[in-house]
């Protein structure tokens, strides 16, 4: 990550957390952090994304931890390429019920799900203020609340592994990472 403005980036992440607050269909953000990177990567050819761009890197970089407080070793099981794949189906997963699930509300097969979810499983019954109230269709609001899902969930992973090791454990699985490497390695 490159210092001075790079080292900003982190506001971005927490900006995104904020605005759902002002209407839960701005989540849809979301959309440009799932595409940027793969627009990177294809330009050039490298992972520039991870190495200098990604407000997540960013954010998990400014959690403090104390200089007297010996680092934890990473378990090896958790960096391994199976866990690495596994969250790669879990996201992809993920995206596939969120896209389902969308259709099918859309259709009218559903009532849609109005509340986050931590790992898809676990609904976080929250009932976020909005400041800003938008009439648009149930299913972009489901699909709303399925993207802020999949933020939070990865969000908090990652800054837990960041406090319990180091501070960029996460990247060592974060899908983004896993299927750049597979795409590089071709
Ligand atoms: S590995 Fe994931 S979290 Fe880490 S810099 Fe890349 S995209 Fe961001």
């Given at each position: ?21 002002v ?66 189906r ?6 596939f019920?969120?896209?389902m ?24 019954n ?12 149930h ?6 609340f ?24 996460w ?9 750049s ?5 071709k």
């Amino acid at each position: 990550m490159k210092p001075g403005i790079w080292s900003r980036l982190w506001l971005f992440t927490v900006a995104y957390f904020i605005l759902v607050f002002v209407n839960i269909h701005l989540a849809l953000l979301a959309l440009i952090c799932f595409t940027l990177p793969v627009y990177f990567l294809l330009r050039d050819q490298r992972k520039s994304w991870c190495q200098s761009y990604c407000p997540r890197a960013s954010l998990l970089m400014k959690i403090p931890r104390s200089k007297k407080q010996p680092l934890r070793p990473i378990p090896a099981w958790l960096v391994s390429e199976k866990t690495r794949q596994w969250v790669v189906r879990y996201f992809a997963m993920n995206l596939f019920f969120a896209s389902m699930s969308t259709i099918m509300v859309s259709l009218g097969r559903m009532a849609p799900m109005l509340i986050p979810r931590f790992l898809i499983l676990f609904p976080v019954n929250v009932n976020l203020p909005q400041f800003v109230s938008l009439e648009l269709p149930h299913w972009l609001t489901h699909l709303s609340f399925r993207f802020l899902s999949m933020m939070m969930t990865s969000t908090l992973i990652g800054i837990a592994l960041a406090i319990l090791y180091r501070n960029r454990t996460w990247c060592a699985i974060c899908p983004v990472a896993t299927l750049s490497d597979q795409y590089l390695a071709k």
